[in-house]
């Protein structure tokens, strides 16, 4: 079966630079979720959005925005990266709006910051 | 939003039942529970969800109390594999809020 796919896994920037971090959900998902999860730490949700609106946010910084295209897939963008931004990044799609639906999860990116 | 509280560790032998406890005692009448684990830095993986009667999967059980305000997962037979952190999350809108969480260890 199909499932969440991110790219890439794996990504090294330099403090200042700029990261774009892509999620592809499942077909016919139409929610996707953004969380952040830094060394020894829990999931933080950052952002979500259904059927390309965003639905909720939570601690995302001002630094990174994000997006949900009309194929449903979804874009975070990081801008003036930090050292402390180095964390793993995982997205999650769910197919329905409400309350009594499961996500799942990608693998993750691996952001690193120098 | 109601909140969970879970035991920070747990340990399981091999071939026994993991049982693992959750406390959500705010839980609003519409909120469901479920249950996520995480396996060393991998992607949460869903394992079960349930509103108010017990569910079971391929994976686990869910027994969720009369009054709701506790859940118990039951992985029958625990397996090495299963080692990992366990996330009890009440859903109440639109993402999931991932607490500490229980570190489930299968002991050989």
């Known amino acids: 079966a199909a499932g969440v796919i991110q790219s890439p896994r794996h990504l090294i920037k330099e403090k200042r630079e700029t990261a774009t971090l892509k999620c592809y959900p499942i077909p016919r998902h139409d929610t996707v979720y953004w969380y952040q999860q830094g060394p020894g730490q829990d999931p933080q949700f950052l952002i979500s959005?259904?059927?390309?609106?965003?639905?909720d946010k939570g601690s995302i910084p001002d630094r990174f925005s994000a997006q949900q295209f009309s194929d449903y897939h979804s874009e975070l963008n990081m801008s003036s990266l930090e050292l402390g931004d180095s964390a793993l990044y995982f997205c999650?799609?769910?197919?329905?709006?409400?309350?009594?639906?499961?996500?799942?999860f990608g693998q993750g990116t691996r952001l690193t910051v120098v | 939003d109601a909140k969970t509280t879970q035991p920070p560790s747990m340990d399981c032998a091999e071939g026994r039942a993991a049982n693992l406890p959750c406390n959500h005692s705010?839980?609003?009448?519409?909120?469901?529970v479920y249950w996520y684990r995480q396996i060393h830095s991998q992607g949460p993986q869903y394992i079960i969800h349930g509103l108010k009667n017990n569910e079971t999967n391929e994976m686990a059980s869910l027994i969720i109390t009369e009054d709701r305000k506790s859940s118990t997962l039951i992985l029958p037979h625990a397996t090495l594999r299963d080692t990992a952190v366990y996330y009890c999350i009440v859903n109440y809108g639109q993402n999931f809020v991932f607490g500490p969480g229980t570190r489930l260890s299968v002991l050989p």
């Open positions: 705010t839980i609003s009448g519409n909120e469901y």
């Open positions: 959005f259904y059927e390309k609106m965003q639905s």
């Open positions: 999650a799609s769910s197919g329905g709006h409400g309350r009594s639906t499961e996500a799942f």
